[in-house]
């Protein structure tokens, strides 16, 4: 499956912005999709990630409240909806794709990748 990830930028303290990673090749449902980022300097760290079907999330405890991970199975995507943003929030934020039975935070355990798109927050 091939991800391409969207919708990054320069956002203020406070502000809001909404990640969309679309997927292409084999059957987009069958996938736990997840999201990661990765600040400069800093290794890869789990985001948010949803199961196939049921509206069954997990979230960083970094985020939680703020982010909303979301997937719309019929368009092949998968969004982060990112609120209350802070300036360590930025970061590259990656989409992932794992045919593990159940959410898992392990990047190692991540199949397929996007390529990343840049979420800067700064005044």
């Known amino acids: 499956v091939q991800l391409q990830a969207s919708g990054g930028g320069l956002v203020q303290p406070g502000g809001s912005l909404r990640l969309s990673c679309t997927a292409s090749g084999r059957t987009f449902s069958s996938y736990i999709m997840a999201w990661f980022r990765q600040a400069p300097g800093k290794e890869r760290e789990f985001v948010a990630a949803i199961r196939r079907s049921a509206p069954i999330t997990a979230y960083a405890n970094s985020v939680k409240g703020r982010f909303t991970i979301s997937r719309d199975n019929a368009k092949n995507t998968v969004y982060l909806e990112m609120n209350t943003l802070k300036p360590e929030d930025t970061a590259v934020y990656y989409c992932?794709?794992?045919?593990?039975?159940?959410?898992?935070?392990?990047?190692?355990?991540?199949?397929?990748w996007g390529q990343g798109t840049l979420v800067t927050v700064s005044s």
């Open positions: 992932a794709a794992t045919s593990a039975p159940s959410i898992v935070v392990d990047r190692r355990q991540y199949d397929y």
